[in-house]
């Protein structure tokens, strides 16, 4: 039988806990109050020399010919409201829906736009559209290379050679399965390559990878996958081979994650962390955390950002220029919300 002193301690020193991780995390708001679509979903974000800028999918429901392309830009320290970037109309007689934007910001260029367009995701296609004043305006939309997607879901990152690795998957129903891949352009998207299929081999099903750096110009890439949680692979070589699919790195709904190096060398994921079976609500994208690792093999789930019953889902994170850690994630396919995350708080977790 536990005494009543040590319940109360155990109170105590949890609720510190709670204190200390909703301290990490400064703001919490959402872009928009109102839209001019009725469901949202699969937001990116972007730092530019204006400013913060987010874009998402919005329609009336995913897959919906009607989903477009809307970006939202903060200034002075205020949401404006969404605008539309890019549809996929053909023509007067046909429209397919868009999916997926993911935002670079060259350096010293253009904010680049990547999405899909397409009736669904085995049979989309990759555009892209350019900005030369922070996302206030837009260039036409150009479409990639056959067999080229761009960054699927998650942001590109540059290498030291000059290359922009964006990770890239692919969704087949049969036969092939999911599968990850990689692409490579040093032009901004002019001129491209793709890698193979990683780890065909393995039964594993997942998409979606993010990429993290470590010394020695060493890589890896998390990823969502079907009945695995989050899954792990490492490359030497600059993202053109990697390694075999580690996994259950941590437990994960076969959701959308997202992860980023800080300058100081830790890495943050952002996640769903629930089992493949869901919560107590039998909801599968609830709760929302960020974990942290040093080594990218021992993480620790530091913080809850939404733990309400509903979906909080495909998040996205980067590091600012002012070394707060900023997301986007999709809120009840209603709306997209934003936080800002003090990293320094989260490695005292």
């Not at 699969?42 to 800028?53: F, K, M, R, Y």
Request: aromatic residues 10%; hydrophobic residues 35%; glycine residues 8%.
């Amino acid at each position: 039988m536990i005494r009543l002193p040590i319940i109360l301690m155990l109170l105590h020193f949890s609720g510190i806990a709670a204190w200390a991780q909703q301290s990490a995390v400064l703001q919490s708001e959402f872009l928009y109050e109102k839209a001019p679509f009725i469901e949202c979903h699969a937001s990116t974000i972007e730092q530019t020399p204006g400013g913060l800028v987010a874009a998402y999918f919005g329609g009336t429901k995913e897959q919906n010919p009607d989903v477009e392309i809307w970006v939202s830009r903060r200034v002075k320290g205020k949401w404006v409201a969404p605008v539309s970037v890019a549809n996929g109309i053909q023509h007067s007689a046909k429209r397919y829906p868009c999916w997926n934007p993911v935002l670079y910001q060259v350096p010293n260029g253009p904010l680049l736009l990547f999405y899909k367009v397409g009736p669904s995701p085995q049979t989309w296609w990759g555009e892209l559209i350019t900005s030369k004043d922070n996302g206030k305006t837009w260039s036409e939309p150009r479409r990639l290379p056959e067999d080229i997607l761009g960054p699927v879901k998650n942001k590109p990152v540059l290498l030291k050679d000059g290359v922009l690795l964006c990770p890239s998957s692919t969704e087949v129903t049969s036969g092939g399965g999911w599968r990850m891949h990689f692409e490579m352009t040093k032009d901004w998207g002019k001129t491209w390559s793709k890698t193979a299929s990683i780890d065909t081999t393995s039964a594993i099903n997942a998409i979606q990878p993010s990429v993290l750096f470590y010394p020695g110009n060493r890589l890896q890439l998390l990823a969502r996958s079907k009945d695995d949680g989050v899954v792990s692979s490492w490359s030497d070589d600059g993202g053109r081979t990697w390694s075999a699919l580690q996994a259950n790195v941590l437990p994960n709904p076969n959701s959308g994650t997202d992860a980023v190096t800080l300058k100081n060398g830790v890495q943050l994921l952002i996640y769903n962390h629930i089992g493949k079976t869901g919560n107590q609500w039998g909801g599968k994208r609830s709760p929302l955390n960020l974990a942290i690792s040093k080594d990218g093999t021992n993480w620790k789930n530091v913080v809850t950002l939404e733990s309400e019953r509903g979906e909080f889902s495909y998040p996205a994170i980067i590091q600012g220029k002012d070394g707060l850690v900023y997301i986007t994630y999709t809120w009840n396919r209603r709306k997209v919300k934003f936080a800002i995350v003090d990293p320094q708080k989260l490695e005292n977790l």
